[in-house]
């Protein structure tokens, strides 16, 4: 799997050359998620966010997203690119595109893999409102962990 | 010499990004005690261990020259 295609970036993410990635001949569809920063989360007004990562575990951890998306899926091509920093509200934080010669594919592989981001890939949340600032993960506005600890493991099918 | 490194609210409250022990081979709980003990962590319940970059459980064993990484629930995305 090429190295290029899973990223940890600290500049503003150029959404198309992450789509750029997967463009093939063999494909019918490309589905693109993008993540970006939400200003209210609960009521409560974020001002921006900022994100850290152990950035050569990440994309490490995003390689092996992507092979177990190729795993379960393996007519996709998939590229993730995950900015971190301080980032602004709107700004995007995370943009996966999936190709795949139908569109069901591309779907499905590009909410696994973001999934699979959210439970495996070391990076983390800091958000800054007007009244405080808080790290997020063991918090109930995010994923929780019911054993208190992710599943590492993906299912490979 | 085992390299800990620690990240998000981790390091904030430990006022460290990285520490560098003297220690011999010993488990990712016994590890987990010494962090308790010396550098006023309250619980790692929740945080996982990752040993040269991979996941690790409770009971792996760690050597010399690792670096162990505790990594707070992650909130990537």
Redesign the interface.
Known sequence: MENHLFEIVEEPIQIEKVIAKVVRREAGAITTFI?TVREWTKGRRTLYLK????V???E?MLRQVGEEVCGKWPDVKIAIT?RIGELQISDT??VVAVSAPHRKEAYAANEYA?ER??????????EHWEDGEM????QSE??S?AE???I?KGDKH | MIQVLLFAELQEKTGKAKIKLKAGHMTVTELKDVLIDKYGIKQLDKVMVAINEDYAEDEDRIQPGDTVAFLPPVSGG
Do not use: F, L
């Open positions: 993540g994100y850290e990562a152990y050569s575990m990440a490490k995950h934080a995370v973001m981001i959210k439970q495996i890939v070391p990076i983390w949340k800091k790290w997020i993960g063991n995010t994923v962990y208190g600890k992710p590492i």
